[in-house]
């Protein structure tokens, strides 16, 4: 069995077998949970000075929500909608491999840079997606990635639509309640 760090290298050189391995571990979930949290404490350091505490601190606590519900329409979606014969997923599964997709992120800790740090985010972000579609096609058993990428976009759009209806309103109070201060 792979390390956390042997297992965060592996997703981010878009390794099917370290794909393939996660998915297979039901040990795996703790282990990425903490790909998560670390990747969401490296943009919270790099983006500090950009978004401030509290909005850093939301954005983690909206990555670990968003994980979950990106990789519960992602299996309810790839399963249920557009199966294909081999499919067979489950949520622990699904989140495990996808939980490691955030592997990436630890290098949004350089976002710190002046000048480079929305670059670098962008860099890390495209990092991402790219690893999440193979982890996705991976999870799902597909043959090809189209089906991959057409399950993400719609399952990244419910997602954003969702964290934006509940995230939204919090910050728009939060604002409210420190200007009335």
Do not use: H
């Amino acid at each position: 069995m792979a390390s956390l760090a042997e297992r965060m290298a592996g997703v981010m050189k878009a390794d099917v077998k370290t794909f393939q391995e996660i998915e297979a571990d039901p040990t795996a979930i703790g282990q990425a949970v903490t790909v998560i949290v670390i990747a969401g404490v490296a943009s919270l350091i790099g983006n500090i000075w950009r978004v401030g505490v509290f909005v850093g601190a939301m954005t983690l606590v909206a990555n670990l929500i968003g994980y979950a519900l990106w990789t519960l329409l992602v299996v309810l979606i790839g399963t249920k909608v557009m199966p294909e014969p081999t499919t067979k997923a489950d949520f622990n599964q699904g989140f495990r491999v996808i939980g490691f997709t955030a592997s990436p992120g630890v290098f949004n800790v350089l976002a710190i840079i002046p000048f480079l740090g929305p670059l670098v985010s962008f860099a890390v972000w495209i990092w991402m997606i790219v690893v999440g579609v193979v982890a996705v096609r991976e999870v799902l058993d597909y043959s090809n990635t189209g089906r991959a990428i057409i399950v993400c976009l719609i399952a990244a759009v419910i997602c954003w639509i969702v964290l934006t209806l509940v995230l939204l309103p919090l910050l728009v109070g939060r604002a409210v309640i420190g200007a009335m201060s």
